[in-house]
């Protein structure tokens, strides 16, 4: 099931890509006119933010703005938690806050102040901090359908990849703890700048790290190079899954931290989307309607 909603992303960021492509080579140079000179370009007419192309970008980014609510609502209403795993859910919020952004972008074609301006603004820092939220989900250790673990479950995978290691790849005690060492390397009580700066960083060190210690450990035991890339993985899975059950608390306050900044602006950009759309709809602008 997780393939399907994988296959469809791919073809939606495709499709957006490529509408994306079509704008910038059609009405880039529309965008980078002087704001006072557009009313006198023969695309003005259809690539203004009322105009036919302009309007509908507006109409298509507003509609996977409010699509991508439902992952709110799968969260919060006791209903809708039996349709479907939240990491899906998850994975099309996050689609949808980028790739309606970009096409509201383009239907403001690069012009926006007043009150449109602060809800503008709003969606650029929801979608920034969309990233860094993604970034901070993940550390905190989750089951396959994106619910987070018990305590006494994370000590049930986290013993569980022990035995693996020492089971199938006949990895010692000093061994595995020397895995655990390497992921626990980092600060104790990591600040929220210091983990958004620095981890993506440790990570990819400790990838090396576990690269080169993977390679020792075969040469050592002489276990068969077809191995290689699924003990490199396993053992850089443990190493991971050691960091985040021993920075787990630090996590969960930076995560709260993070909500406590992203929320806000995700309410005010949806109100002053909802007034922008409402009003402009009184004043008759329905696109083709």
Do not use: C
């Not at 693996?164 to 990591?190: F, I, S, W």
């Not at 068969?224 to 050691?242: D, P, T």
Request: glycine residues 6%.
């Amino acid at each position: 099931m997780k393939l399907v909603h994988k296959f469809i992303i791919i073809l939606l960021a495709i499709a957006v890509l490529l509408v994306s492509g079509v704008v910038l080579v059609t009405a880039g140079g529309y965008y980078l006119t002087p704001l006072a000179e557009r009313p006198y370009s023969p695309l003005h007419r259809l690539w203004r933010p009322g105009g036919l192309m302009g309007h509908g970008l507006g109409i298509v980014g507003s509609f996977m703005i409010i699509i991508m609510l439902g992952y709110s609502l799968r969260k919060r209403v006791r209903r809708f938690r039996r349709w479907g795993h939240i990491s899906i859910w998850l994975n099309y919020h996050i689609f949808f806050g980028i790739a309606g952004p970009i096409l509201i972008i383009f239907h403001t074609s690069l012009k926006y102040n007043g009150i449109v301006a602060v809800s503008f603004w709003s969606m650029i820092a929801v979608a920034v901090s969309g990233f860094l939220g993604r970034f901070l989900y993940v550390q905190i250790p989750r089951s396959r359908t994106g619910v987070e673990l018990s305590k006494k479950e994370i000590e049930v995978r986290n013993s569980a990849l022990r035995e693996t290691l020492k089971k199938d790849y006949h990895l010692n005690e000093e061994e595995v703890k020397q895995l655990e060492k390497m992921g626990q390397a980092v600060d104790r009580q990591p600040g929220f700048l210091r983990v958004i700066l620095l981890f993506p960083f440790k990570n990819l060190s400790l990838s090396l790290k576990i690269r080169r210690q993977t390679r020792k450990i075969m040469a050592k035991k002489q276990i068969e190079r077809k191995y290689l890339r699924e003990l490199s993985k396993l053992m850089r899975r443990k190493a991971i899954f050691s960091r985040r059950i021993y920075l787990l608390n630090q996590m969960h306050r930076v995560f709260h931290f993070w909500h406590v900044v992203h929320k806000p602006f995700a309410y005010v950009m949806i109100s002053i989307m909802i007034l922008h759309v409402a009003v402009t709809t009184y004043m008759g602008l329905t696109w083709i309607f």
